[in-house]
């Protein structure tokens, strides 16, 4: 298991951007993908987008494609989710999670096995 901790959600507004950390410890980092998730009030918890466990290469859901950036520093057990051209929709908390086996890029909640609290991100108009 990993323990993970999201943190630099908040309120923004519409156009504006933030960047949201997760800091994970438990095992060896660099062996995992990790992704982030988000849920929406009243809706299910969907897929935002993933990083490979070297970080070549990244996924997006198409409704963030172009918007949102994810990264990650290896050295420092740190995953980034930039969030740029932030919309009323994008409204929700944010999950990072760690892939349950290493070295596999998972895609959906029961690819992964370890996830953080969450961190709200609300977006004004």
């Known amino acids: 298991q990993v323990q993970l901790v999201e943190s630099g959600g908040g309120l923004v507004q519409a156009g504006g951007s933030l960047r949201l950390s997760c800091a994970a410890s438990?095992?060896?980092?660099?062996?995992?993908?990790m992704g982030w998730f988000r849920q929406a009030p009243g809706k299910e918890r969907e897929f935002v987008g993933n990083?490979?466990?070297?970080?070549?290469?990244?996924v997006y859901a198409e409704s963030v494609k172009g918007r949102f950036t994810i990264s990650r520093d290896n050295a420092k057990n740190m995953v980034y989710l930039q969030m740029n051209s932030l919309k009323l929709e994008d409204t929700a908390v944010y999950y990072c999670a760690a892939d349950a086996i290493p070295f596999r890029i998972g895609s959906t909640e029961r690819d992964f096995g370890s996830w953080g609290q969450g961190t709200q991100v609300t977006v004004s108009s």
């Open positions: 990083i490979s466990p070297s970080g070549a290469r990244t």
């Open positions: 438990g095992r060896t980092f660099a062996n995992y993908a």
